[in-house]
């Protein structure tokens, strides 16, 4: 039983661990390239940054195909020739790797200020990589998603983020088995307690599990994940579950 | 027959890329799928079809020809010629699952979300304006799924239950969303598992519905169709995850 849950919990934070290392590529790619010049005594510009395409397509066009989009969102002010930037690929039409263009004129009713989005705030104001979602993106892909996001530095700067759109109907294949393991009703759910994976149809992924402030839930067995990112927790049912349907 | 789910990877924003002659396409393989017209029945000559999906001949020949080559339909010549529907085989049960096996559960969810709104808003409607003689046709449907022989034909009266409480809720729209949503889920409800859906416990659910719209309670008639509906995608999901466990084994993709 304990056996189980450890392998479950392993086997989620590895799936985590996999997306983080995706990004990395990308993310070291910045920061090496912001030191290069840096130490030249140069500030990067926004076309320095297209060495990051190849990186962000090869990502976009694996065979597993639940990322939807990655690339690096940078703080207003660190570029030297704009101030919102970034560059970002995403899967458009039949599967092809595209740019994406936002709109950064603050007086534009389409003004996508992403200052405010969590996914930045976060690794921004904890130094500290994040999951954000599951949500709907309204903005991007209309498809139920996750947000991948790592904080960017140079020499003590906050340069933005280097994060991954991850289709989560998709990224569920490799979430949902271990849970499968588990005896009891089980359910992975995110710090606002929205259920992302779960091994029951009495919980269903997008739905609301509500738990008081302490953080406890009579009848269930909280363990959060391990790693400070994505503030996720394995719930489980202490009542046993009925047998699951063998098909 | 079910359609594949189409690509999700569109915009809200952007508009959907079905042309005329795909809509006529799906909306005739949803109504052969669900039995609206059976095998072996002729259909309506061109220009009355045309007329009946408000496309021009054109349009509807190319989708007739579509049709015809994938077997659906087949022309005879001659006096007594004419588009007929061909007989189709049952899928297998096998070919279901891997339907079922290409949805995520998140999406499955979501379709489960979708038809409760349209199912239930349509029971509702139904409700208010359903007259006497409509009943009749809808019972009728809960019969035929009790003397059903086999797969097809529960499925098929089951989901014509649900399209004619659609119909009489008098909207257009709800019954071209209803009919949908049976052809891209209905089959998969009857799909056997290890505790398909009990003819009886459907009649009964269908039973209460139709008692609620009789009555004229509105409230009712929508939450009972609602749960109903939730009651399928649950058992969906169900089989949808003892498919992943029986499969997770061999198929390590990270």
């Not at chain 2, 061909?86 to 038809?115: N, P, Q, V, Y």
């Not at chain 2, 997770?248 to 993709?253: L, P, Q």
């Amino acid at each position: 039983m304990a056996e189980r849950r450890r392998a479950c919990l392993r086997g989620i934070e590895a799936a985590l661990d996999g997306v983080f290392d995706d990004i990395e590529r990308i993310a070291s790619e910045l920061e090496r390239l912001w030191e290069r010049q840096a130490a030249l005594g140069k500030v990067p510009a926004s076309g320095d940054l297209k060495p990051l395409r190849t990186l962000a397509d090869d990502l976009l066009t694996r065979d597993n195909r639940w990322v939807l989009g990655t690339g690096v969102v940078l703080e207003p002010g660190v570029l030297a020739d704009c101030d919102m930037f970034c560059e970002w690929r995403h899967l458009v039409g039949e599967g092809k790797p595209a740019q994406l263009d936002l709109n950064f004129n603050r007086s534009s009713d389409s003004y996508y200020n992403y200052r405010d989005m969590p996914w930045f705030t976060q690794p921004r104001e904890t130094g500290h990589r994040v999951v954000e979602g599951p949500y709907i993106d309204l903005y991007g892909q209309d498809a139920y998603i996750l947000t991948f996001a790592r904080p960017l530095h140079c020499r003590g700067d906050f340069l933005g983020i280097a994060g991954a759109d991850v289709h989560l109907g998709r990224f569920e294949r490799i979430l949902v088995p271990g849970l499968l393991q588990l005896a009891h009703d089980a359910l992975l759910v995110n710090a606002p307690g929205r259920v992302i994976a779960s091994n029951t149809p009495r919980w269903l992924p997008g739905e609301r599990f509500r738990m008081p402030d302490d953080g406890s839930r009579p009848g269930y067995l909280v363990t959060p994940l391990a790693g400070q990112h994505a503030h996720w927790q394995l719930v489980e049912s202490l009542d046993p579950a009925p047998a699951r349907n063998e098909g | 027959m079910m359609m594949k789910s189409p690509a999700n990877n569109g915009s809200f924003i952007r508009l959907r890329q079905e042309g005329r002659t795909e809509q006529v396409i799906r909306r005739m393989m949803e109504a052969i799928d669900l039995g609206l017209y059976v095998e072996g029945q002729q259909l309506p000559s061109e220009t009355e079809l045309a007329m009946q999906f408000g496309v021009a001949t054109v349009t509807l020949r190319e989708a007739l020809g579509y049709l015809r080559q994938v077997g659906v339909i087949e022309t005879r010549r001659g006096r007594n010629g004419g588009s007929f529907v061909c007989a189709t085989e049952e899928l297998s049960a096998e070919l279901m699952l891997e339907r079922l096996d290409e949805w995520s559960l998140i999406e499955l969810r979501d379709m489960g979300d979708e038809h409760r709104a349209i199912s239930g808003m349509a029971a509702r409607l139904a409700a208010e304006r359903a007259t006497p003689d409509s009943y009749r046709h809808m019972a009728f449907h809960i019969e035929a799924l009790g003397e059903a022989g086999n797969r097809r034909e529960r499925r098929r009266a089951d989901a014509r239950f649900h399209m004619e409480i659609a119909a009489h809720s008098q909207s257009v729209r709800l019954t071209h969303a209803e009919i949908r949503l049976q052809s891209q889920l209905g089959e998969l409800l009857w799909l056997p598992g290890k505790e398909p859906p009990e003819v009886v416990t459907i009649q009964r659910e269908h039973q209460g519905i139709l008692d609620a719209i009789q009555q004229g309670e509105a409230a009712l008639a929508g939450r009972l169709a609602e749960a109903h509906i939730q009651a399928g995608i649950r058992h969906l999901i169900t089989m949808k995850m003892a498919l992943m466990e029986t499969r997770s084994g061999g198929d390590d993709e990270h």
